[in-house]
């Protein structure tokens, strides 16, 4: 069952989402926030993530980007599909948007106040790489707690061009991925196709099956994804521990910092953790900016080949 939606004493703002929306993502493994991104972080998010993609293929394929830039196998040869660890590439926005109310506020009311900022990458099909994404579950855990994906539509996503196709109530229990395919291919009961525009926030479980159908002449697709989870699931059920909890809490402070420098006459978001789980800053505010993944939670997947979108 999830973790209760919040704690006692947790504040009930316009940043958290509602009973509703709670629900409505508890019933079918997503919601959809429609204008969440503030128009002016946005325009920043979308100018950043045109450096980091510069940056990756400026970087190739070589052994020292392999941890933060993953390609995919094309007929045409490597196509770049992804830009891990956001927040050391030089672009601040990434924690400006870590540390925004409209992000936090998603994660408190879903994970409650010790949430743990466990990935965050840049995700995109390129102009004309239509290549389709396999169904797959992120990750496939004992459902104890939710843990949840933040999905930042930076561009249109639109039915017949490539939208990510859901399985609504697909993320209550663990799914063969092969079987589905096999028997109903992209038309499985039920499925959606979740258009998105730019600004929009897509909130998906990790265990809702999703994916999306190749397309031909299709326009360049942009996704933020942060994932999160609550500290007391990761202390209880791994696959990292109390040391690494610690270093990925300490990129909230920092997130909110920026979001303060860049937001300086807005209210910014009342983070509260108990202090079991209240990080302790360092020193080296560089070397908080990119803690490894040095194990993660397997999910579902039918191939090795396949490329999951978050």
Request: hydrophobic residues 40%.
């Amino acid at each position: 069952m999830p973790a209760p939606t919040t704690l006692s004493g947790t504040p009930t703002t316009g940043a958290h989402l509602t009973a509703e929306q709670i629900m409505h993502f508890d019933e079918h493994g997503y919601v959809v926030l429609r204008n969440r991104i503030p128009s002016d972080l946005l325009t920043r998010l979308q100018d950043s993530a045109d450096v980091w993609i510069g940056q990756g293929r400026a970087a190739g394929q070589n052994e020292q980007a392999e941890g933060d830039y993953k390609y995919a196998a094309r007929e045409a040869g490597p196509v770049m599909w992804r830009v891990d660890y956001l927040h050391n590439k030089g672009q601040e926005v990434s924690l400006e948007l870590l540390g925004s109310p409209a992000v936090l506020g998603i994660a408190e009311s879903l994970a409650g106040p010790n949430f743990v900022p466990t990935y965050e990458s840049l995700v995109f099909k390129d102009e004309g790489d239509g290549a389709a994404v396999a169904w797959h579950q992120d990750a496939v855990h004992p459902r104890s707690h939710r843990i949840f994906n933040v999905d930042v539509y930076l561009d249109h996503s639109r039915a017949g061009e490539g939208a990510l196709r859901v399985a609504p109530g697909s993320h209550l229990r663990p799914v063969d991925v092969c079987e589905l395919t096999d028997r109903y291919g992209w038309d499985a009961p039920g499925v959606v196709q979740v258009e998105m525009a730019p600004g929009d926030v897509l909130v998906h479980d990790v265990m809702v099956v999703h994916g999306s159908e190749a397309v031909t002449g299709n326009r360049l697709r942009r996704t933020i994804y942060y994932e999160f989870r609550a500290a007391e699931q990761i202390v209880a059920e791994g696959p990292w521990d109390a040391e690494w909890i610690d270093q990925r809490m300490r990129l909230l402070p920092l997130g909110l910092a920026q979001h303060e420098r860049m937001n300086p006459r807005s209210a910014g978001y009342a983070w509260n953790p108990s202090d079991q789980f209240r990080p302790s800053m360092g020193t080296d505010a560089d070397a908080e900016l990119r803690i490894a993944h040095l194990v993660h939670t397997p999910g579902s997947y039918c191939s090795a080949g396949s490329v999951p979108l978050s």
